[in-house]
């Protein structure tokens, strides 16, 4: 079998015999639309990874950057260093986290940070004198990044195919039922340490929370002694229309992980706000206790600088009410879809998130190539759903657009 490839570069989540000689070269982008190297201009349905909140191109986040690096480009955090901008973006954070008196543990993006939120779930517990504690629960169909932990908990299997045994004490209850969680807590809650929730479900598929869901997963939580962690990595900073889900559903987790919006992915920051009942124990006066995690870039001077210059522009521009204004245009966009005989459901309604599944997963790769085709990007979310993030940049002419498009490529297809 040949390995002859055109390029050197190994892709996140590729099919390389594929892609080796598919490859398309995005080489710049101006608000809600990139250009390909071949000349194409493509509105960025999917905001990259979900990430490009405010969008791209903006000069103001690159002179940031570029400030700060003139200054000092970087200084490691560990111990007692630091540099001004991440003690600046940590008060930024806490001063908007949806529950009082946050902590912010920072990290280089969102699978570090689920990272930190699960191991301090864990030793939190061992400190109480819980050692026992240890189960991570999950949902179905929910995606919590790649590194070991988050490939660990995932509720899409497939991201577990061929890795052997990973982190042990794991357990996953279906997607939005509640009563399928109340029946392990009441059962387990002794050995449970944290319940880790999507309030979106993003990569399996854009399912939002049933009605009252989240209320009861917290209600749970307390009632069993169970942390409830906040995987906002996608919906935070404003993708719901709020500034981050746990808002708009009226939740306070004890912990929440962000990441992607932070910095409109302009440089790699992510993070945990941690609640009082979870740092106090570490930070309390006499406490000898110590949380023994860290990374090289966890606090990145010119990555906090970016964060910050981001976090302008988002209140600057009122961004996150723009979202919100958009949400119901996205949905009358987007209803005349879910009458196509090829579309199995259109699922939106929060914010700029939305996810068109195909009756049928082999029209998946017609679709998606009649798109950009068309001159729109998008990509394939799972089972065979088409994702739905844009910029928050975008304009309702813009939405029309992308949802004609959408609609044409399934028809081709």
Known sequence: ???????????????????????????????AFVWDADGN??????????????????????????????????????????????LELSERLAAIAPFPSAKVFLTSGGSDAIDVAAKLARRYWNAAGQPEKQTLVTRTRAYHGLHGIGTSITGLDFNREGFGRLVPDTARVPTNDAEALAELFASRADEIAAFICEPVIGTGGVIPPAPGYLDTAIRLCREHDVLFVADEVITGFGRTGRMFA??????????????????????????????????????????????RHGLTYSGHASACAAAIAN????????????????????????????????????????????????ADAALVP????????????????????????????ATGDDLATMVSVFGEAIEAA
């Open 1 to 31: 079998m040949s390995t002859a490839a055109t390029t050197a570069f190994w892709h996140g989540q590729a099919h390389m015999p594929t892609v080796k000689r598919a490859e398309r070269v995005i080489v710049r982008g101006e608000g």
């Open 366 to 393: 017609a679709v998606l190539e009649g798109c950009h085709e068309r001159g729109v990007l998008t990509r394939l979310l799972a089972p065979s759903t088409l994702q739905v993030s844009p910029p928050f940049v």
């Open 311 to 358: 976090l302008d522009v988002l209140e600057r521009e009122r961004l996150v009410d723009r979202v919100a204004e958009l949400e119901p245009v996205l949905v009358s966009e987007l209803a005349p879809l879910a009458e196509l005989p090829r579309v199995a459901e259109v699922r939106c309604g929060v914010g700029l998130l939305a996810g068109v599944e195909l």
């Open 246 to 291: 746990s808002e708009r559903f009226g939740i306070e987790p004890d912990m929440l992980v962000f990441a992607k919006g932070v910095t409109s992915g302009y440089m790699p920051v992510g993070g945990v706000l941690v609640g009082e009942r979870i740092w106090d124990p570490f930070w309390a006066d006499g406490s000898d206790l110590i949380f």
């Open 41 to 86: 201009r493509l509105f960025d349905a999917t905001a990259s990874l979900w990430y490009c909140n405010i969008g791209h191109g903006r000069r103001e986040i690159a002179e940031a950057v570029f400030e700060q690096m003139t200054r000092i480009e970087a200084y490691a955090t560990f111990q007692q260093y630091a540099t001004p901008p991440p």
